[in-house]
């Protein structure tokens, strides 16, 4: 199973056959037989002793993660938080290892706001078997290309959470010919990879178009859920759905589609009933894998510490939630990352706000709420910190 793994970790970072050769070497020898979904911190620790090329390293840290996660979703297995810091922890090594590497990580957005890392990809007869991605929303004014938001996957999917919170929209589709009662337009996707477009899926997209079919639906939205941290969440092959993250807000999820838990062909992407085609750059703009990987980082790390610290606020401890909204802080105040965390900053001010309320020390916490609303713009995080200023 790990060597099936490690095809696709190689075709998704573009990686030579000599490093193939030995990451599946090391997986051969017989000293490193641990099994997939268990001791995953001697794992972890028999990975740090690998003494092979850097790529390699990554080449069997990715692998390794990947794996455990695909087990555990055909079996239908919960990961638990501990679980996913430590298969978190392998793929984030792999991609944001200061050495030079040549492995070639790509980093594309797509039509839904997000930006996309693929970490293994298998095709079957040019439609995906098995893909495994990174996924990161980011605060930079994108949330993908207007009337594109609803679509669905040939493959079942499924998604865990690293950070930030997003709303899962699933709907109703049905067709219809009346364009007045129509909502949207369902529209035939194609690739491209350099040469030309294709129905044929890429891995390393330069752009893709899509192409209104003028087959006329009505979606109606029949369920709405939350999904923060450490969740997880499936979405059965064709199964219109859209993800809504907040606009200043950072959102990152692990992401599997699986041909081998649902597959239809005729799954889909809706659009405006009245345009033609849309064409979508992949283009990332500058923004790396090593950005992505430390920022999805950097704000699960802050989320731990919130959560500590509402939990100790709630409990009516002060001075354990001040402590952990502190390193809270910090952790967003010392973040090398280029973006704009803003956003955190008035989240954790906020919770400041709370607990010293809590504890009632009004003047302080007056002070910290209106730190907190100060420049932040409406939203469901300002109407939760004016509430708890009231």
Known sequence: MLSHVLKGVAAATQASDHHVKAAAEWFDSAENGIDVLSNLEDRAEAINRISSSVEVQQLVRITWAVAFLREASRRRLNVSSKDLDLEWRLIHEALTTPQPSQLNYKVSRSAQGFLAVPLCSLLKDGNIDELFRLHVWMPDGHRGTAGFAVHSHQPFAQAWILAGEGTDHRYNVQAVTDHLTATHAEYALEWNAGGTSSTTYEPHQISSIMKNTHRLVCAKSIQTKLHTRDDSYFIPAATFHATEVEPDAI?????????????????????PKDAETSNQIRDPKGLTVNTLAETADVIRSYERHMWRGQHHSERAEPEQAVREFDIALSIIQSANI????????????????????????????????EQALEGLRPSYASVNISGDGA
């Open 251 to 271: 959102h990152a999820t692990l992401f599997f589609f699986d041909s081998h838990q649902g597959f239809d062909r005729d799954a889909g992407v809706l659009g």
């Open 338 to 369: 280029p973006t704009s965390l803003a956003y955190y900053r008035h989240q954790t001010l906020g919770a400041f706000g709370v607990a010293n309320n809590r504890a009632g020390r009004y003047a302080t916490a007056k002070s910290y709420l």
